[in-house]
């Protein structure tokens, strides 16, 4: 029997990104009650950022929106007009948690900055998650993805040494804000337990970055050393890398003397253990061009699936390099029932990503993702104790 | 252990995890003030003795190891890896053999005082140990355990290797990183690692919430390639809904331009920028001094913006070739253009804004020195984040827990150094 952990949790999400929207993904599938919050009429910038079907753009069928707000509810708040920001005021006095990723000063433009917010509700926790954090030079500066890959160092190190720098997969750095904003939004929630006062967190997407890739700043704090690029060749050891193969590529990560036994005697080379050339882990990147020479040809007549079958069995890690749409269909996702099927009246029915964790006690919800105003009359009547003629008032006046 | 009025004072985590990606949650956790303590075998860390040995002479004869001090292993290299410190900062340290029974009796000791125990080993190994989560419940029915294997406990490829070197590929992230013309690429940072981190921490203090409530402890399973994927939706979901798999794009963005990196003055130097709308667009035009070309009318729309971006990206290089990195993007974003220098790790380790923030902790280490590290990226406005104390040596910690917190006697921790169920320092086997 399993039970909502964040039963009773009333939260308000108010952003423009992907951080703010992950996050209150995650709080409302352990239960809490997530109302975001959209401008009235274009709605979440989510709902226009696509994938589509067929490519067309639709705000009710962006994959995007879909997935990343699954369980919550929506309403449509114009914050620009009086009206608009006082129905929020009233909003903020329910709530138990406020969840933002507007820039710092969009929060005190509207009147809506922590301490204004702390006065109208002591208990509530206020998670604020931005490019660059609340304070320092660059906290009006903007982020995007690409922005956060390169000035935290990750993107200084990805690519081809003679190229221009890669930046990373996807809006990671925005998830990361999300990520980094569940565990402080519950951390928060936690101690006011005890002291029964609601708190700033503060998240610094640059920050949650920044720690990311520890072995770079490592390598530079203790030895000196600044790390440049170096394609796909591990430094520390080889070979850890992306060979080609017959229908695709393979990630090989054969970095113990063990496993590298072990992969020569499978790909029927075992003198290369011998060679000069290749005994130390700095001899073997050294001389990757040669090496990789040697053993590519066996990969290269092989495919993902029986390259990742074989060295499995001879203990070689060497998985296939997959693009995520890819998993759908593999046994191996079925089987643990990875993916869920969720079904919404515009958009029909996908597969999302299910839980990226699974607690015995409590369960992960998924739930669909909100029309856009679709909670107004539950909200702004059933919450806010507002009158049916007033709502269609509102509506009118382009409040929601 | 604690210091007063953390978020997590008096908890107690026993973590058994090697590695990134576990140690890098119960340090979260340990820099949100819970008592961590890191359990090692004592058949030490970082390899073998002859590993050792090997990179001692290699050392003697002229070889930098950048992971070390000044590149020096030293004569007690497991106290001097770097990675090994920042990763296990602000935890106690003790070792163990949960080999033998002895061992197992000394954790199930520590389980009976402690909250939770995580672990990111493959699926078997707790399970041999006879310390599974069935097991650890009797001792402890309120205890919270958490696993981290790679693929999960279930499924085909439960026992399969699984490193964040193989599984950044497997959960997808390689396939959309690349140039245009390239294959595809890793991302330098074992990715997979630090996503199950932050959500192994995250859901430790969701089950740490639970218990304060219901008085329950539970089990979590965190499959690593399954956190990971959750972070790859949008691809996926364009997957399923139209059979496309989008190919490498580079620096560019799927609706944004100009987005890319731009090469600037000096050796190796560049600036990436991102322009969404229009009126940053003519931001950015004034800021590079509105050259003729900025007029004119494909540029002045996005989606003329996106269908000429070869030709854009070229003219925009043209600028910032002469600017210096940081100079140009300071320019940009003073226009509230997106616009961030591509920073290598000395840059990062300047960085004002973040020296301002006081991101970096600094801490001393009885054997690696003094040095800065990356903070918690999680602020809280009432309460202290954040500890500075350094990783343990190996097995520093043996007393105060076995004796102090478990009240072992000076014999009974005399006999399990004899049986070699602890150590002072590594065995050689």
């Known amino acids: 029997m399993t039970q909502r952990a964040l039963e009773g949790i009333s939260v308000l999400e108010l952003g423009e990104g992907i951080s703010a929207s992950y996050c209150g993904k995650m709080l409302a599938a352990f239960g809490a009650e997530v109302i975001k919050v959209e401008e009235p009429g274009s709605g979440d910038p989510a709902r226009r950022s696509g994938p589509f079907p067929k490519g067309q753009p639709h705000p009710e069928k962006s994959g995007a929106f879909l997935y990343l707000n699954t369980a919550k509810k929506g309403i449509t708040l114009n914050l620009k007009t009086t009206t608009g920001l006082g129905l929020f005021r009233e909003l903020v006095k329910t709530a138990e948690v406020l969840l933002e990723d507007f820039p710092p000063g969009a929060m005190v433009r509207l009147g809506l900055d922590f301490a204004t917010v702390q006065n109208l509700n002591p208990r509530l926790v206020v998670t604020s998650i931005t490019g660059f954090g609340q304070s320092g030079p ?109 229908d695709g590529h393979v990630a090989l990560s054969a970095s113990s003397p063990a496993q590298q036994e072990l992969l020569y005697a499978l790909v029927g080379k075992p003198e290369i253990a011998e060679d000069p050339r290749f005994i130390s882990p700095l001899d073997r990147i050294a001389n990757a061009e040669a090496y990789d020479a040697l053993l590519m040809p066996w990969f290269k007549e092989r495919t993902r699936e029986e390259l990742f079958h074989t060295c499995e069995q001879w203990r070689v890690p060497c998985t296939p390099v997959t693009h995520p749409g890819e998993l759908l269909e593999d046994p191996h996702f079925r089987e643990r029932r990875f993916f869920v099927e969720v079904e919404h009246p515009e958009a029909g029915t996908l597969p999302y990503p299910g839980a990226p964790f699974r607690m015995s006690e409590n369960a992960w919800q998924t739930g669909r993702a909100p029309l856009l105003g679709e909670h107004n009359e539950e909200v702004f009547c059933g919450r806010l104790g507002y009158s049916r003629e007033e709502l269609c008032r509102l509506r009118q006046g382009g409040m929601i | 252990m604690s210091t007063a009025g953390m978020v997590l004072d008096g908890v107690r985590i026993l973590d058994l995890s090697r590695v990134w990606a576990g140690p890098l949650a119960a340090r979260m956790l340990a820099d949100l003030g819970a008592e961590v303590i890191l359990i090692e075998p004592p058949v030490g860390r970082a390899g073998g003795h002859e590993a050792l040995e090997r990179m001692r002479q290699m050392h003697q004869a002229g070889r930098h190891f950048p992971y070390y001090p000044d590149g020096d292993p030293g004569d007690q290299p497991w106290n001097r890896m770097g990675m090994y410190n920042d990763f296990n900062r602000d935890k106690l340290g003790i070792t163990l053999d949960l080999r033998y029974p002895q061992g197992q009796d000394v954790f199930r000791r520590l389980v009976r005082i402690s909250d939770v125990v995580l672990e990111n080993f493959t699926p078997r190994v707790m399970v041999n140990f006879g310390l599974d989560y069935a097991a650890l419940r009797e001792v402890n029915p309120a205890i919270i355990m958490i696993s981290m294997p790679g693929y999960g406990n279930s499924g085909p490829y439960r026992d399969y290797p699984a490193y964040g070197t193989t599984l950044e590929q497997h959960a997808g992230f390689s396939s959309i990183m690349g140039y245009p013309d390239s294959g595809p690429y890793r991302t330098q940072s074992t990715y997979t690692d630090p996503v199950a981190s932050v959500n192994a921490a995250g859901a430790v203090m969701l089950a740490l919430w639970h218990r304060r409530r219901t008085g329950r402890g539970q089990y979590i399973e965190l499959a690593q390639i399954e956190a990971s994927v959750c972070l790859l939706a949008e691809p996926l979901l364009d997957f399923a809904m139209n059979g496309r798999e989008p190919g490498r794009n580079g620096n560019r963005h799927h609706w944004m331009a100009p987005h890319g990196c731009y090469r600037c003055r000096g050796d190796d130097a560049w600036v990436s920028v991102a322009v969404a709308t229009d009126a940053e667009w003519r931001a950015f035009c004034s800021t590079i001094g509105s050259p003729p070309w900025t007029e004119e009318e494909r540029f002045a729309g996005q989606s003329g913006r996106w269908q000429h971006q070869d030709e854009l990206d070229k003219l925009i290089s043209a600028w910032t070739v002469e600017q ?106």
């Not at chain 1, 993107?155 to 720098?165: A, L, T, V, W």
């Open chain 1, 138 to 246: 660059y906290r009006d500066y903007r982020m995007e993805s690409i922005v956060g890959y390169a000035l935290t160092g990750h993107q200084y190190i990805n690519g081809e040494p003679d190229r221009e720098p890669l930046q990373g997969p996807g809006p990671q750095p925005e998830y990361q804000g999300g990520l980094h904003a569940f565990f402080g939004t519950l951390a928060a929630l936690y101690v006011r337990e005890e002291t029964g006062r609601g708190q700033q967190v503060d998240v610094s997407i640059m920050e949650c970055l920044v720690g990311q890739h520890q072995f770079t700043i490592i390598r530079y704090t203790y030895g000196g050393e600044v790390k440049t690029r170096t394609g796909n060749r591990y430094e520390s050891t080889y070979p850890v890398t992306i060979y080609p193969c017959k």
């Open chain 2, 324 to 429: 210096d990195h940081y100079r140009a993007m300071h320019r940009l974003q003073e226009a509230g253009v997106a616009a961030g220098a591509v920073l290598n790790a000395r840059e990062v380790m300047k960085e004002p804004h973040l020296r301002e923030r006081s991101h970096f902790a600094h801490v001393t280490h009885p054997q690696a020195g003094t040095h800065e590290y990356p903070g918690l990226p999680v602020r809280l406005s009432d309460t202290p984040t954040g500890r500075t104390l350094p990783a343990p040596c190996i097995g520093e910690h043996n007393r105060y827990v076995l004796g102090e917190l478990l009240g072992m006697s000076e014999q009974e921790i005399a006999r399990l150094l004899e049986e070699r169920v602890i150590s002072d320092g590594p065995i050689v086997e």
